[in-house]
Every structure is written in C-alpha cells, then in structure tokens.
C-alpha cells in the first residue's frame, strides 16, 4: 500500500520568510498528490495539487515540487504570513487518498 | 454553494448509545467519504461512496454503518462504540470517485465517547 511520511513534524520560521516542507511517499505507481493545509478545530483545505507528469506547479505564493526520482515531494510558502500558521499535509492518491503523518507550521512575528 | 456542512459540530456519547453524523453537499458531487482524525495524526479513511454506492470499506469495525440515502447526504451511524473511538470525523466528497478530483472537506464532528 502507499506509505507517505514527512521529513519534520514542526517547522518554525520569521514572518516573511520562505518555509519549504517536505514529504516521501513509497507507491511508485502514485500518480497524483496534493498538499492540504488544517488550522486547529477545521477539516483540511486544499491548498495545491501535482500530476505524475509534471515536476512543479505553482499557485500563489505556493509552489509544489515534485521528485518521481527519489519520491520527494514539498511545498514551498514564499512570504510565510500568520495565517499560514497550520499542519501541512501531504496527500497521495492510489486506491484512495493516503495523507502523511503532517507538519506544523509555526510562524513567528 | 461550495461547501461541505457536517451537523453536530460535537457529539458526546455513551457506550450503549445509538447516534448519527451527518455530512451534506450540494455540489453535485457523486463521491463522498468519511474519515477519522485522532489528535495529532493525520485522517485515515474509513468508507467511500461512488454514485450512491458503498466502493470502498477500510475494514472498519461494524459498530460504524455508513449511509448515503441520495447524492447530496452521507451518514455514518453510530452504536456501542468504545472510548477509543473517540476522534474527529470528517466527511468529504469530490465531483466523482476517479483520480485527479480535488477532495473538499467538511469542519468535522468531533466526538467522544465516555
């Protein structure tokens, strides 16, 4: 089955600065991922998604970054605000959507 | 109307209780499903239902029976849960059950079971 992990469980950066978050997945045959933002007490929002067939998609002020090499995937906030302040999942679709274990996003004034 | 509305925000329960969550979209969405979230973890999938449908059931014990009367309303009943089922359940649901639908959640229904 799809195993997907990330690299930190908290990430804590000065307001303004750019967070890079990172997640694994171990299903090669994944094709699809998505990044979901959950502030506390709210059901997970979407925050951006990647197709397989491409290595970078951006949104705004986000961009994720995709590595089919090494199974890499991350999600890049330039600017990082408060109300980026939230765990950040990683999400990847095979038989259904299997999400990472999440990082915690803390920023600092 | 781009939302997904779960009804009760909390639910606190007995373990011989009988209760229900509710999850409704008027999107037009023909793929709903339900989760469960400990603290601190990421949401697991629990059902999935395709058309009206039940397509996917992550082995989820019996004591949780899902519903999906029509195309806008899923429910997941509730009885004789243990306090280790105590969770937040979200529900969700995208245009159909195929790859590339980006999955709209709802706030959740937090429950505890005493």
């Known amino acids: 089955g799809e195993s997907v992990g990330l690299h930190l469980p908290t990430l804590s950066v000065q307001e303004g600065d750019n967070s890079i978050i990172n997640c694994a997945y171990s299903?090669?045959?994944?094709?699809?991922f998505i990044w979901y933002k959950q502030e506390s007490g709210k059901g997970p929002q979407f925050i951006i998604d990647?197709?397989?067939?491409?290595d970078k998609r951006q949104g705004q002020r986000v961009t994720v970054l995709l590595n089919k090499t090494v199974k890499h995937l991350s999600l890049q906030i330039a600017a990082t605000q408060p109300g980026d302040s939230a765990v950040y999942f990683c999400?990847?679709?095979?038989?259904?959507?299997?999400f990472g274990s999440g990082t915690r996003l803390q920023v600092q004034p | 109307d781009t939302e997904v509305t779960q009804t009760p925000k909390h639910l606190v329960m007995g373990m011989t209780n009988k209760k229900s969550l509710k999850c409704e979209q008027h999107?037009?969405?023909?793929?709903m499903y339900w989760y469960k979230q400990k603290a601190k973890k990421p949401p697991e999938l629990m059902f999935v239902?395709?058309?009206?449908?039940?397509?996917i059931n992550e082995s989820v014990p019996s004591r949780f029976s899902p519903e999906c009367p029509n195309s806008s309303l899923l429910n997941l009943h509730l009885h004789a849960l243990q306090p280790e089922d105590s969770a937040l359940y979200l529900c969700?649901?995208?245009?159909?059950?195929?790859?590339?639908?980006?999955?709209?959640f709802g706030p959740g229904t937090r429950l505890t079971v005493l």
């Open positions: 999400a990847a679709l095979g038989r259904a959507l299997t």
């Open positions: 239902y395709s058309y009206e449908k039940l397509s």
């Open positions: 299903n090669s045959a994944s094709d699809y």
């Open positions: 999107m037009g969405h023909r793929a």
């Open positions: 990647i197709r397989s067939n491409m």
């Open positions: 969700a649901s995208t245009i159909t059950g195929g790859a590339y639908n980006e999955q709209f």
